[in-house]
């Protein structure tokens, strides 16, 4: 996974053949994703209120898709640059629960 030569729809396929994939844990399988540490796993896992110790098998389809679909979405990148007390900040903090409520 970490090298992206698997994608995750290949992956749950191979869980539904291969017995060693389907015990995985997810939130070893969402902290074994590029750029997804840790940190960032456990944030995941508890947004989509997925246990830790959840198995890829005992994962439902709305599990599957609250835990990972966000992980598949294009990345946004917001750049807000000018002077001081301009209301960067307002917009900023407007984004952010903009994201969070969405994904």
């Known amino acids: ?3 992206g030569d698997l994608s995750l729809e290949e992956l749950f396929d191979l869980a539904d053949r291969e ?4 015990q995985m844990r997810a ?8 750029s997804i540490g840790e940190v960032k796993a456990e944030r995941i896992m508890a947004r989509a209120s997925i246990a830790k110790t959840r ?9 599957e898709q609250n835990c990972f679909e966000p992980l598949c979405a294009e990345p946004l990148m917001l750049v807000l640059i000018g002077p001081g007390g301009v209301g960067k900040g307002t ?4 984004w952010s629960k903009r994201t969070i409520a969405s994904g």
């Open 1 to 3: 996974m970490k090298s």
């Open 19 to 22: 017995e060693c994939v389907a």
């Open 91 to 94: 917009v900023a903090h407007g």
């Open 27 to 34: 939130h070893d399988l969402v902290s074994s994703l590029p």
């Open 55 to 63: 198995r890829i098998r005992g994962l439902g389809p709305s599990s």
